[in-house]
């Protein structure tokens, strides 16, 4: 079976510092990859999705950028992190067109 | 620009009681719609979708939800709730041939009381 794991689970930073969560895939090959953040008492909003290696479609202008060096390897990244960057940062995968499943999740608090 | 409207911020209901928590997207092309789960500090899980067919969906836990294109909506029902039903609800559409993006709705809040 395929499962998602997210790393790492929480994390504190302090503004101008360097980003980097990590987010696989097992159990399955070429997936659809999403990162998603959701602010306090707000909805998702989708950031970065790929559908292959290399291949990176950014939704939203903002601090973050994203690369998927390996098939089931996503990693979001921040070359300096701004108090606005807080929140909770999904990765979610799709292994075709349709539904999405998502992992546990990294909160993010930039202080 | 396509959206997704859940019409409540928060439902409080009583345990044993039937719940609908409500969902309107707007798109004038085909969708796929879904509605997930969020436990606390936890990620999102998928509780059922609609691609095509038999408009009324089912999950496992005894809730389900009827698509209505005359009305595009797209409400959560379940006939009698229970505790471990508290948690926060998303619909989310998924414009066909998109690219796979999901639109979410900003979330409805469903706590049940004993």
């Known amino acids: 079976s395929q499962t998602i794991h997210q790393w790492p689970a929480t994390l504190v930073q302090p503004v101008g510092s360097p980003l980097s969560l990590e987010c696989t895939v097992e159990g399955t090959s070429n997936p659809n990859l999403y990162w998603y953040r959701q602010a306090a008492g707000r909805g998702l909003q989708l950031l970065f999705y790929s559908v292959g290696i290399g291949q990176i479609s950014s939704e939203v202008p903002q601090n973050l950028s994203a690369s998927r060096p390996q098939d089931r390897q996503f990693i979001l990244s921040s070359k300096k992190l701004l108090l606005s960057d807080s929140g909770f940062y999904l990765c979610?995968?799709?292994?075709?067109?349709?539904?999405?499943?998502f992992g546990p999740g990294t909160r993010l608090t930039v202080t | 620009a396509q959206s997704v409207t859940q019409l409540d911020s928060q439902v409080p209901v009583f345990e044993e009681a039937p719940v609908e928590l409500r969902c309107n997207y707007s798109?004038?092309?085909?969708?796929?719609l879904f509605w997930y789960v969020q436990y606390p500090n936890q990620g999102l899980q998928l509780l059922l979708k609609y691609l095509s067919g038999s408009t009324l969906v089912e999950s496992i836990n005894g809730f389900e939800a009827e698509f209505n294109k005359s009305q595009t909506s797209f409400h959560l029902r379940k006939p009698s709730v229970h505790i471990s039903d508290t948690a926060e609800y998303f619909c989310a559409a998924m414009i066909y041939n998109q690219g796979g993006k999901l639109i979410f709705g900003q979330g409805t809040e469903l706590s049940v009381k004993p």
């Open positions: 798109s004038s092309v085909s969708v796929y």
């Open positions: 979610a995968w799709s292994p075709s067109a349709y539904e999405q499943y």
